[in-house]
């Protein structure tokens, strides 16, 4: 970025100098794409970096998981020389980094281990059960920005009104609520009580209706508060002022203008949340008996089944930076100061 | 005000009967709530402490014939258990008195050293910059880069679920936070005039950063760790309630919810009605109580 800033620095001069239109708008075009694609490529490393980073942390819990010869040949009457030769054979008694080097080359071809109990492929078997934590998880991101956006809005352009206070009571309860108890509660009241939605399994649009609830109330009041709290600070900005003065209709103010840069850092958390949504998806499958990486995860790790577990830590992980990538990328779309800068 | 004609203040120009109506309800909820937030949060320290004292039973007592007895003030519910029974006939009241001790324990110590290590590493990476900046940097992005829940569950089921590690896991996921913040702050105002007068004047590296850098901001810093401390009781609350943490016989909301969940399809609701309860109330009441530090203590006095 900072070359690119020095190219901006450097061409300024030769924009000026022209008095015709199209030739610093073709600068200007070709400065702007170079500062696009190094963001674009500074960030694709960024993320690269920190897939090795995890990647490191995964295989540090693997070590510490215990030797995985013990686990393999428990119970089978083998000898010390036999644990030794089967270390030396699947290279275990090399240095650890020559070893994290081979975990590394096994993660890249897609081996992540075997399930200890169902000897099957784990990266096959937390993959198979990723399509339904998407579905969850996305449904309830989506419940979220669908009440919270208008519910956001609408208490900063009404601030203080009983509209406010209701979303921020609202908001205030949403956040301290923790979802493993909501989840038991929507089940007790609107699955025994009430009958109207099962308690758990998946199959209809009706088994979605709590678990997507239950995971969705966080976010949603999350997202009210930081909306509301960031739309007030571009209400009070001077353009918003400006727009104002010149007789700009009020909606036309706060959809045009302000909601358009308050938006940003919400966006910025909306893909960080969904960090903490994933975490809570093992929660929210385990109390719905939803078929997906969490309640797989809470079964592999009753069955001591670590390989498993550990390959949907990384998977998931892969999937949480795979989304905080494209939300920054989404930020050339609508930040564009990225472009220009 | 009235006593002077001359000056009317606008308000009570403007201000119709409903208005200030909802500007008193304002005042209460933004006064009186963050005080009263403080209230809860004392009391459940209170409990806590005094927890042998309150509670009506052992929180560990059975008595399998009465298990699964109602709250009180349900037929067939008994006073001498206020609040009914758990599957083991233990008293729920007294299961919660206690399970206030494990929620404050690890929430308190854990976002006590998390304020440590984080302001320590944050304060190191924003005066000095340079390699250690960038290596405390990187650790940050990576964290942050993993669904932390699940890298905390898969940390415990590798060592060993205890109250030490239980803490570890949470000081490793709390650090960050302060890391970051107080890293952007020490390296803003490493530039000001009051600091380079204080090297000037001969002070140390580490005078400057103790006298005059980290004083303006541990009122943030507390403002964060008092919201954090919601967000670890919650944290640690779930991690009992999926059987990674405190283990049982020690009473914890987490664990109460975990066992109750079980006789929620026979509509026995009380088991975790009551656990489920003290959660929401302490994170409501600490995060009421931060929300109100925060306001104080804000300048821009927003939000």
């Known amino acids: ?341 | 005000m009235t006593n002077q004609p001359t000056a009317i203040h606008p308000s009570l120009v403007t201000a119709s009967r409903p208005a200030r109506w909802r500007a008193l309800g304002r005042n209460l909820w933004r006064n009186q709530a963050g005080p009263l937030g403080m209230i809860v949060v004392a009391l459940l320290i209170f409990m806590a402490v005094a927890a042998p004292l309150l509670a009506p039973h052992d929180p560990t007592d059975q008595d399998l014939k009465l298990r699964l007895l109602p709250p009180a003030w349900i037929e067939a519910g008994d006073w001498a258990y206020p609040l009914g029974t758990d599957h083991l006939g233990r008293d729920i009241l007294s299961r919660v008195i206690f399970g206030a001790r494990v929620s404050l324990l690890v929430g308190f110590s854990s976002v006590f050293f998390a304020v440590i290590i984080g302001t320590i590493l944050g304060l190191l990476a924003g005066y000095h910059g340079g390699w250690l900046d960038d290596g405390i940097s990187r650790v940050i992005d990576i964290q942050l880069a993993i669904p932390y829940f699940l890298l905390a569950v898969a940390l415990i089921v590798v060592l060993g679920s205890s109250l030490p590690i239980l803490i570890f896991v949470l000081v490793l996921y709390g650090w960050t936070v302060y890391a970051r913040l107080v890293r952007a702050q020490t390296y803003s105002v490493r530039g000001r005039d009051y600091v380079t007068a204080a090297t000037a004047v001969g002070a140390s590296t580490n005078r400057l950063l103790a006298r005059h850098i980290l004083p303006n901001m541990i009122s943030i810093i507390l403002v964060i760790a008092t919201l954090e401390l919601a967000t670890m009781i919650i944290f640690e609350a779930g991690l009992s309630f999926l059987g990674l943490g405190v283990q049982p016989p020690t009473p914890s909301w987490g664990g109460m919810l975990a066992d109750g969940r079980d006789y929620i399809a026979a509509g026995i609701w009380w088991p975790s009605m009551f656990p489920g309860l003290a959660i929401t109330l302490t994170a409501l009441a600490i995060n009421l109580a931060g929300d109100w530090l925060r306001d104080l203590w804000d300048p821009r006095k927003s939000q």
């Not at chain 1, 030769?14 to 030739?23: L, N, Y």
């Not at chain 1, 998981?65 to 013990?70: E, H, R, S």
């Not at chain 1, 959809?255 to 929210?284: C, D, E, Q, S, W």
């Not at chain 1, 390989?307 to 779309?333: E, H, M, R, T």
């Open chain 1, 1 to 341: 970025m900072a070359g690119a800033a020095g190219l901006t620095g450097r061409l300024t001069p030769v924009r000026t100098g022209f008095t015709g239109a199209a030739k610093p708008n073709c600068y200007k075009l070709l400065i702007s794409v170079v500062v696009l694609f190094s963001y674009i490529i500074r960030r694709l490393f960024q993320s690269i970096f920190v897939l090795l980073g995890v990647s490191l942390i995964v295989f540090m819990l693997v070590q510490l998981a215990g030797d995985p010869v013990l686990i393999m040949l428990s119970g089978t009457g083998a000898t010390e020389a036999d644990l030794q030769e089967l270390r030396a054979e699947l290279g275990l008694d090399d240095p650890l980094p020559i070893q994290y080097l081979r975990y590394l080359a096994d993660v890249a071809r897609g081996d992540l281990g075997k399930s200890l109990r169902s000897k099957q492929p784990a990266l096959s078997l937390v993959l198979n059960r990723l399509p339904a934590t998407a579905q969850l998880a996305t449904l309830a991101m989506l419940m979220a920005m669908v009440v919270a956006v208008p519910l956001g809005i609408l208490s900063a352009v009404r601030r203080n009104t009983w509209v406010d206070h209701a979303a921020t009571l609202l908001a205030s309860l949403g956040q301290a609520i923790p979802l493993y108890w909501l989840g038991i509660m929507l089940v007790l009241f609107f699955s025994v009580e009430l009958r109207w939605f099962p308690p758990g399994g998946s199959g209809s649009w009706r088994h979605l209706v709590l678990p997507v609830f239950t995971l969705g109330l966080y976010p949603m009041a999350r997202i009210t508060r930081l909306l509301r709290a960031s739309l007030l600070d571009t209400l009070q900005e001077d353009y918003t002022r400006t727009a104002r003065s010149k007789g700009l209709h009020e909606r036309a103010v706060v959809t045009k203008h302000a909601l358009r840069n308050a938006v940003l850092p919400v966006v910025t958390v909306v893909g960080l949340m969904f960090g903490a949504l994933l975490g809570g998806a093992v929660i929210t499958e385990t109390i719905f008996a939803w078929p997906g990486v969490g309640s797989l995860t809470i079964e592999a790790i009753q069955n001591r089944d670590y390989p498993l577990v550990l390959a949907a830590v990384f998977v998931l992980s892969v999937v949480f930076i795979a989304i905080n990538l494209f939300v920054d990328l989404l930020y050339v779309y609508i930040d564009p100061r990225i472009r220009y800068r």
